[in-house]
Each structure stands twice: as C-alpha cells, then as structure tokens.
C-alpha cells in the first residue's frame, strides 16, 4: 500500500483517472475476471491493467491469482474498497444532476 501524507488526494487523483470508477463500481457487485472488467468498462487491456495495478497499490482492490490451466486471476475489493461504496453510490446519484 502507498504511504501518502494526503491520501485523499491521492484516491481522488486515482479515481479521476479515466476508467478507475467503472472498475471499482464493476467490483462492488463482486469479484471480477479481468476479461469481465474489460467487457463491463470497454477500456483497452493496458489501461484496465494499469489502472488495476494502481488500485491495487492503494489497497483498494485485490488480485487473486490461482495456479491452473488456463491461468485464472480474479479482481476484487479489499475491505478499505468495500467502504467507498457508500461514496460511489453517491457520486452516481450527483452525476444524475449534472
């Protein structure tokens, strides 16, 4: 996880980044392959995977790679993801009064 001295700056840098909220509210219905995310955000395969990658530093989301044939990794919100539900929900409902 980043140690920032603002950290809200940080996520609210993160999350204006372009794709960052469609992947976290994908992941709040639950776990996600990365093909899923990529179909439910339309974003490209280096985008969705930097963006996973900074979230993952953030400690929002998770990666959970299995060991099998073919290779399966499933995405997932962390406890510290899970709690900005609440705020994502809101921004959506403020997006409906633009």
Same mark, same amino acid.
Request: aromatic fraction near 10%; hydrophobic fraction near 40%.
């Given at each position: 996880m980043l140690e920032v001295e603002r950290p809200i700056e940080v996520f609210l840098e993160i999350l204006g980044r372009r794709g960052s909220f469609p992947i976290?509210?994908? $992941?709040?219905?639950?776990?996600?392959?990365?093909? *899923? %995310?990529?179909?439910? #955000?339309?974003?490209?395969?280096?985008?969705?995977? $930097?963006?996973?990658?900074?979230?993952?530093?953030? *400690? %929002?989301?998770?990666? #959970?790679?299995?060991?099998q044939v073919p290779p399966r990794v499933d995405y997932a919100l962390t406890k510290k993801g899970e709690g900005l539900k609440g705020a994502l929900e809101a921004l959506l409902e403020w997006e409906k009064t633009l």
């Open positions: 976290l509210w994908a $992941l709040v219905r639950g776990p996600q392959r990365f093909s *899923a %995310l990529q179909q439910e #955000t339309g974003l490209p395969p280096r985008t969705l995977s $930097l963006r996973l990658k900074e979230l993952e530093d953030f *400690a %929002l989301v998770s990666r #959970t790679a299995y060991s």
